[in-house]
């Protein structure tokens, strides 16, 4: 063997490369790919806020067996449940037959909300021809993002005799649309010379309703008293409900295939139900000697707040419950557990390179990308899983030959962000993220690749065996 020959040998055994997926792919594989991401874009276009999330994901659970499960029900190996809280959240579980306390849970957390628009409780309002919602913005978004694009009104209403009315209006093809005006680029100068986070202001945000006068000369507000004359009529709404109301408004785009070749899928809410739908899939469809579980929970987008987010003592509770009906000790369980927090990361993007650290930042169709850090600047606000866990993880994906690469969000003092993966390590349980990268994140639109999409799914599975 010549030294050229032995130096590209050992280059090759020694060194790392991120490979597409794609080209790693078998034809049957890449049909699984690409079947698989139907299935998904059916759940997102099921799923536009927290409360639908939970609602499908449910009804995917009972198709495959499985059924609710409450505080202090018994359970047994082999038992496959579900548990809701408050219709915001809902975590998927089956029972396996190893020893808990030795064994553990294999956890894999995401969440279902998404950045949006939230309509105040007091909203309506009319002027200059025009009715209008106020609002105010959920996550982190560019606010001049949502204007000027088709908006539906999804959310839940408990009217003043305690009726909770249901309401989902601009997705089918014979409903209306709503709308955040922007400024003409004609009056815009002024406008176009700030700074882009100031190109809309969150009070301008304000979705137009309606434009139609009320038939009656006598009345004020004519166009807000057609508007509630329609809300009455069809919901039992009157204007004082909108105070124990909880109504977002989202694009009104479905998911699509992106590209000639539809390697891709453009939709709302990839973050984080792109990585939701795979962890609840790998749970539903995998038989496992462990016991697993998957949490899709609300409010990370805020901070993980609240009785929905993951910092509620419910989930904690939950696992504790799942503990003592097989007869464990709930902190042996805790500490022999192990989760994957499954969150998206930022994809390279060329036409944003400077942001990026190309190295060690996530590729398009490379596969999930592992986040063993989040945070910011000095990696603060991270859980930064240790390196064993890491390497245990590891070979399970290479045991089931899943494609997968490292990821971090941006440049060191650029970039940053986090998840829910600290405050499940919190609760002494080995944790790293693991996602899909995304393009566009937190925009009303965002892009992913089908192939990232079934790894994630990939590495779910093998995660769980």
């Known amino acids: 063997m010549s030294e050229k020959t032995k130096g590209q040998k050992l280059l090759k055994e020694l060194s790392y490369k991120k490979q597409n997926y794609f080209e790693a792919a078998s034809e049957e594989e890449k049909k699984a790919i690409f079947d698989y991401a139907e299935g998904y874009k059916a759940f997102l276009d099921a799923a536009k806020t927290e409360r639908e999330a939970c609602a499908e994901s449910v009804a995917l659970a009972k198709k495959k067996g499985f059924s609710e499960y409450k505080f202090g029900d018994p359970l047994k190996a082999g038992d496959q449940k579900y548990f809701v809280n408050r219709g915001k959240s809902v975590v998927v579980f089956r029972v396996g037959s190893l020893p808990l306390e030795e064994d553990g849970i294999r956890i894999i957390a995401s969440h279902i909300d998404a950045p949006r628009v939230d309509i105040k409780q007091n909203p309506l309002y009319e002027d200059s021809g025009m009715a209008f919602l106020k609002t105010h913005y959920y996550g982190g978004i560019k606010k001049y993002q949502w204007t000027a694009i088709p908006l539906a009104l999804h959310g839940a209403v408990v009217l003043k ?78 204007e004082e409900d909108f105070l124990s109301a909880e109504l977002s408004a989202v694009p009104a785009y479905p998911a699509r295939d992106v590209g000639f070749d539809r390697a891709l899928i453009g939709a709302y809410g990839h973050d984080d139900r792109v990585c939701a739908y795979p962890a609840l899939t790998a749970v539903l469809d995998n038989e496992t000697p462990h016991t697993v579980l998957a949490m899709l929970v609300d409010k990370e987008e805020i901070g993980s ?41 930022a994809a390279y993007d060329p036409n944003f390179a400077n942001v990026y650290e190309k190295m060690n930042a996530a590729i398009l169709s490379c596969g999930t990308a592992m986040c063993k850090f989040t945070g910011s600047r000095g990696k603060s606000g991270s859980n930064d899983a240790n390196a064993e866990f890491i390497g245990e993880v590891r070979k399970m994906f290479e045991k089931d030959g899943v494609v997968w690469q490292t990821a971090e969000l941006g440049k060191v003092d650029i970039g940053g962000g986090g998840t829910v993966a600290k405050f499940v390590a919190n609760l002494n349980i080995d944790t790293v993220d693991l996602g899909v990268p995304v393009i566009s994140m937190h925009a009303p639109w965002e892009v992913i690749s089908k192939a990232d999409l079934y790894s994630n799914y990939k590495a779910f599975l093998a995660f769980m065996k």
């Open 305 to 345: 707040e609240g009785n929905t987010g993951i910092q509620s003592k419910v989930y904690e509770d939950l696992m504790e419950e799942i503990s003592i009906a097989l007869g464990a000790n709930f902190r042996k369980v805790r500490a022999a557990s192990k989760c994957l927090s499954s969150d998206v990361t």
């Open 161 to 238: 005799d305690g009726t909770k009315v249901e309401i989902r209006v601009g997705e089918d093809a014979g409903d209306p649309v709503f709308y955040i005006n922007d400024l003409l680029p004609h009056l815009g100068q002024e406008q176009m010379s700030g700074h882009a986070n100031k190109l809309i202001e969150g009070e301008q945000l304000n979705v137009l309703v309606g434009g139609l006068p009320y038939p009656d000369e006598e009345v004020s507000d004519k166009i807000k008293l057609t508007v509630l004359s329609i809300l009455h009529d069809k919901y039992g709404m009157c």
